[in-house]
């Protein structure tokens, strides 16, 4: 068996890399503090779902984020591209992946 002497002596050689490794460690367990923004968040006095009902094709909308996902009901829902217009701008404005969205056709609408 190694003496501790000896395994101090051994690791003498690896403080700095051990250093720069346990400091990256707790960089990665430190919170990150970035915020999903709420329905409530303005853009230039509309809320994020009036924005959104001004797109071409989207019509009414309702919007609900959480943070885990968001979900989109507006009337234009069927289209495609309409479809691929918000899931594009709801990731752009959440940082969320497309999984994480979901868009649906609001009933009784189109």
Known sequence: MMKTKE??????????????????????????????????????????????????????????????GAVIVCEGAEEPLVRLSLLQAVRSYTGFASDRITILKMAGKG
């Open 7 to 68: 395994i101090l002596h051994k690791l003498e050689a690896y403080k700095y890399p051990l250093l720069i490794l346990l400091l990256g460690v707790m960089l990665l367990l430190l919170p990150g503090g970035i915020r999903s923004p709420t329905p409530e968040t303005t853009v230039e006095g509309d809320t994020f779902s009036q924005l959104l009902s001004r797109a071409e094709g989207v019509g009414d909308c309702a919007v609900a984020l959480t943070e885990h």
